[in-house]
Nanobody, 122 residues
Framework: QVQLVESGGGLVQAGGSLRLSCAASGRTFSTYTMGWFRQAPGKEREFVARISGSGGSTRYADSVKGRFTLSRDNAKNTVYLQMNSLKPEDTAVYYC???????????????WGQGTQVTVSS
């Protein structure tokens, strides 16, 4: 069983930055691909970014590429999503999740955090 706890969300003006963190329980953290997804009101949950277990491989949605950076610290069982140049359309609840496979598909992620709200004002 893996428990994930997100933090770092909040209210920021357009053009600002936030860093989200996701802390995981368990001793096998480095074996999991970690992903971030987001869901805005009335919309489907969408892929944001993922990072491989070793941290050597990352993928980003086109909508955040060049603005968001995903990293992980396996010694601390934590992943970080640095979000820069935020836009109002980035407003959503952000979720971290873990998967045993390298994938962008939400249904292949086994464990999910409770989510953290990010609101970007114009």
């Amino acid at each position: 069983q893996v428990q994930l706890v997100e933090s770092g969300g909040g209210l920021v003006q357009a053009g600002g930055s936030l860093r989200l963190s996701c802390a995981a329980s368990g001793r096998t953290f480095s074996t999991y691909t970690m992903g971030w997804f987001r869901q805005a009101p009335g919309k489907e949950r969408e892929f944001v970014a993922r990072i491989s277990g070793s941290g050597g491989s990352t993928r980003y949605a086109d909508s955040v590429k060049g603005r968001f950076t995903l990293s992980r610290d396996n010694a601390k069982n934590t992943v970080y999503l640095q979000m820069n140049s935020l836009k109002p359309e980035d407003t959503a609840v952000y979720y971290c999740a873990s998967s045993k496979v390298v994938t962008n598909i939400p249904t292949l992620y086994n464990y999910w955090g409770q989510g953290t709200q990010v609101t970007v004002s114009s």
